[in-house]
Nanobody
Framework: QVQLVESGGGLVQAGGSLRLSCAAS????????MGWFRQAPGKEREFVAE????????RYAQSVKGRFTISRDNAKNTVYLQMNTLKPEDTAVYYC?????????????WGQGTQVTVSS
């Protein structure tokens, strides 16, 4: 069982920045792919970004490309999502997830989510 705890959400004005963190309780964190997803009210959960186990490969949703950056610190069992130039449409609950392999879309464990609200 892997536990994931997100933090860093909050209220920010459009154009501002936030950095989300996700701490994982697993000894094999450095071997796992990590992803960020989000769910806005009344909408389905959508992919935001993912990163390979070593951090050398990353992938982003088109809607956040160039504004968001995913990174990880395997020594701290933590993955980050730096969000810049935020827009009101970025408002959602953000979830991190862990999976066995980058690029497969398969994620086994999820965090509880952290709310991001962007005001116009």
């Amino acid at each position: 069982q892997v536990q994931l705890v997100e933090s860093g959400g909050g209220l920010v004005q459009a154009g501002g920045s936030l950095r989300l963190s996700c701490a994982a309780s697993t000894r094999i964190f450095s071997t796992l792919a990590m992803g960020w997803f989000r769910q806005a009210p009344g909408k389905e959960r959508e992919f935001v970004a993912e990163i390979s186990w070593g951090g050398s490969s990353t992938r982003y949703a088109q809607s956040v490309k160039g504004r968001f950056t995913i990174s990880r610190d395997n020594a701290k069992n933590t993955v980050y999502l730096q969000m810049n130039t935020l827009k009101p449409e970025d408002t959602a609950v953000y979830y991190c997830a862990v999976g066995p392999r980058y690029g497969t879309g398969s994620y086994d464990y999820w965090g509880q989510g952290t709310q991001v609200t962007v005001s116009s």
